[in-house]
T-cell receptor
Framework: GESVGLHLPTLSVQEGDNSIINCAYS??????FIWYKQESGKGPQFIID?????DKRQGQRVTVLLNKTVKHLSLQIAATQPGDSAVYFC????????????FGGGTRLMVKP | EAGVAQSPRYKIIEKRQSVAFWCNPI?????LYWYQQILGQGPKLLIQ????????DSQLPKDRFSAERLKGVDSTLKIQPAKLEDSAVYLC????????????FGQGTRLTVV
């Protein structure tokens, strides 16, 4: 079946550097994508979203890029801080999946001091 | 604003026993979700309620799992009998809209079946 997936399970970056977390999706009918952050012992927390009619959206220190041609989603975190250490999930919503939110497998971001 | 409340935080049971989890969503959120998150994986939707009606339960193992939201506010998820593979974190979440990507999660209940 179609699913949301991630390229790398673990990403280690130096504090202050920029982080890029990637996600590949296979459901071309998905029209809405969301990034969630999950810290240890907590539930996922919404970070930023993007609709399929956009290719870029910026938030505070975070930017999401969407490339529909290659079905690729990325989350960029500027000036990564120790508090950014967490598991990041991309998720998608598609009309053909009953508009249900489907999560990928996650990438663990580790920030080195 | 209070978040999604779940209890208990942790539960250890033997296989074939039963267990129940409780969730109170954010006030005013009509949509409530139960997700199962196995270690190292993303959350998987088990059931979604809109008020006290079920929107989707296609991935709920109905032979052993049940959920209810009788008054359209808080909800319980039950497993009976539990299997070893049910060991996971059970996350409750809520949202204002029925088809929303922006949902608010509770801290979850970590279930260990031994």
């Amino acid at each position: 079946g179609e699913s949301v997936g991630l390229h790398l399970p673990t990403l280690s970056v130096q504090e202050g550097d920029n982080s890029i977390i990637n996600c590949a999706y296979s459901n071309s009918a998905s029209d809405y994508f969301i990034w969630y952050k999950q810290e240890s012992g907590k539930g996922p927390q919404f970070i930023i979203d993007i609709r399929s009619n956009m290719d870029k959206r910026q938030g505070q220190r975070v930017t999401v890029l969407l490339n529909k041609t290659v079905k690729h989603l990325s989350l960029q975190i500027a000036a990564t801080q120790p508090g950014d250490s967490a598991v990041y999930f991309c998720a998608e919503v598609g009309q053909d999946a009953g508009n249900m939110l489907t999560f990928g497998g996650g990438t663990r971001l580790m920030v080195k001091p | 604003e209070a978040g999604v409340a779940q209890s208990p935080r942790y539960k250890i049971i033997e296989k074939r026993q039963s267990v129940a989890f409780w969730c109170n969503p954010i006030s005013g959120h009509a949509t409530l979700y139960w997700y199962q998150q196995i270690l190292g994986q993303g959350p998987k939707l088990l059931i979604q309620f809109q008020n006290n009606g079920v929107v989707d339960d296609s991935q709920l193992p109905k032979d052993r799992f049940s959920a209810e939201r009788l008054k359209g506010v808080d909800s319980t998820l039950k497993i009976q009998p539990a299997k070893l593979e049910d060991s996971a974190v059970y996350l409750c979440a809520s949202s204002l809209l029925v088809h929303s990507g922006v949902i608010f999660f509770g801290q979850g209940t970590r279930l260990t079946v031994v």
